[in-house]
Structures are given as C-alpha cells and as structure tokens.
C-alpha cells in the first residue's frame, strides 16, 4: 500500500486516523455502546484496498478550510489522459469501487475519494438547508480538484454522488469532460399521484419501520453491538455482490463502519430530501443550465427502484447536447457492483472517447 506524505506542503498528509470528538453526553456514551472507530474503519479498508493490483497511493488531501478527503488514486503514473473521477453514493466510500479500480486504471489515472462527511473525510457540521448542505458538497469536490492539480476530469457519481456531480458539472462545466451518471438519485419531481411512485428498497422501508423520520441509517448507531448484524440481515446482497473478492463479512463490515461514525454527510443528505427517493432541489428542473458542450451518458439498472425515464427527460431537456441514457441488465441500483465486467466495459469505451 502506498502511503504518500506530503510532497507539496499543506496538500497531503499522512493518513491518520480522524477520529471525532464526542459531542454531549449522548456522543461520549454513544462510542461504548457503539463497536466502531476511524481505526477499525482504515483497517477494513485496508483489507478492500490489498486487492488492487495496479499501483495506487491512499492518502489525506488538506482542505484550506481544515477539513480532509480522503483520496485513493490507483495508476498514478499514467497521466497522458484525462483522468478518471468516480464519487459514491450515499453511505459509501472508497472501499465499494474495489470491482472497478483496476480495469478502469488499465490506461489512465483513477482517483476516487470519500465526499465530505463520509467514510475516513471529516466529518464537519453542514448547513441545514438543502441549497446550503449541496453547495457544501460541491465546493468540497472543487477545493479538492483544485488542491490535486487535475485541469479537467470526466466525472462519475452513483446514486447520491451523481446528484453532485451534476450540480458539480453546472458551477464548473469547464473542468468536467464527460459527465457519467450511474443510477443518479434526485433528478425526479416527486409525483402527486402515489401510484406513480416507485417503492424504495425493502432495506430501506424496514429502517423507516423502526426510526421514522431520524436520519436514514440511525439505525445502525442505536443498535450499538447489534449493528453490524443489522448490515448483514438488512443488506445480504452485499456480501453475494462481492464474493469474488471476499468469502467473509467484510463488506458488511466496511459498510457498518462508515455508517456507524459521527453521521455529517448523511444529515447533510437527510436535509436535501424530500423523501428517500427525491430531492427538495430536482436535478431534472436545473439540468439544461449544464453547458451545451459537456456531454452526458446515464447508465441504469434494469432492475433498479430509481426512476430510469429519467435520462430520456434529459435528452429532451437538451436537445443541442450529447445525451446518452442506457440500462445495463441484470443490475439493479449498485450497477458498478452487480455487473462489474460490463459496466467497466462501457465506462471504458466512454473514456475512450474522451482520449
């Protein structure tokens, strides 16, 4: 593993461990109770990330404002291409690309990166409305961008990162040299009729079951030495998307430990929805202010529960663009994870487009 200091001062650090500060009474009783820490979080990861056969440097990108992302870049020394940037969905972290990182390094640089508030990046207070927590996000993606020294990018999010890449894409087009959706979430106006309405994973209805309106994966904290069961019983099909890599628990373990931390990114993103499934802000309704010349390709699930009439909406929407939308079969919302060979095929070609 390749651990990289600082090579420019105040841009990399070593990678310690960002371990939170309680907060109240509650926060300092909470850790005993709760069987997680930035510690055993690294050293889970640290099992993903040993599969990469390519050359890859782990590392803490310094923010001026304090904060740090934690960045893994794989084939650092390919850089005759515009490089790959892959942001993950809600709950994730690096660690979930481990199917992807080394077919998609074979001809040009990768880097991915915990966003704000998620996995081993601080965990700073977001601004409780939903303008001010995407914008947040956004700026969070820029500094960084800009801290690394990458000109131009084609941009990947999943799911939730795809709603940021967007809203990345529209204040700073001219960094951005495709734009890849994969299962975005947000784009939709939430429908008045609920028979129009798509039902949310069953893991989801059976949290909302327990917490109600608490935030979305609350659960796994107030579970406290239950949690990592409660992964594994709520989410078995991690284990099954991964088994190649992995005979045990740990993805089930990688994902309890990012989600049983100090939850900033997932109020961040509780403050952003209307429900699980929508945005307070749709990306559908601000879409058309990306700029003409930056292209877009949308890959979806066939099987997914995200509304997938959502690209040709695009493509409506922009008439006068490159707008590409497409369902990759048997995927459903973890398209990357679910169909990996074809999913890298088709971002590869994509890439190959660029250059």
Known sequence: MGWLSSTRQGLFTMADDL????????????????????????????????????????RYVSLPNQNKIWTVTV????????????????????????????????????????????GRSSRPTFPRDPEGAEDEFVTSIETWRETMGIPSMILLGHSLGGFLATSYSIKYPERVKHLILVDPWGFPLRPTDPSEIRAPPTWFKAVVSVLGRSNPLAVLRVAGPWGP?????????????????FEDDT??????????QNPSGETAFKAMMESFGWARRPMLERIHLIRKDV??????????????????????????????DMEIEGASHHVYADQPHIFNSVVEEICDSVD
């Open 19 to 58: 371990e939170q500060p309680p907060q109240g009474w509650l926060s300092s009783w909470l850790p005993a109770w709760r069987p997680t820490s930035m510690s055993q979080l690294k050293n889970v990861e640290a099992r993903i990330l040993q599969c990469l056969q390519n050359k890859f440097l782990a």
């Open 295 to 324: 292209p877009i390709t949308m890959i979806y699930g066939a099987n997914t529960w995200i509304d997938t009439s959502t690209g040709k909406k695009v493509k409506m929407q922009r008439p006068d663009s490159y707008v590409r």
């Open 229 to 245: 069961g409660l992964v594994q019983r709520f989410r078995p099909d991690f284990k099954r998307k991964f088994a190649d890599f």
């Open 251 to 260: 993805m089930s373990e990688y994902i309890y430990h990012c989600n049983a």
């Open 75 to 118: 084939s650092p020394e390919l850089r005759d291409r515009t490089p790959l940037v892959m942001v993950h969905g809600f709950g994730g972290g690096v660690g979930l690309w481990i199917l992807n990182m080394d077919s998609l390094s074979a001809r040009r640089t990768l880097h991915t990166f915990d966003l704000l508030g998620f």
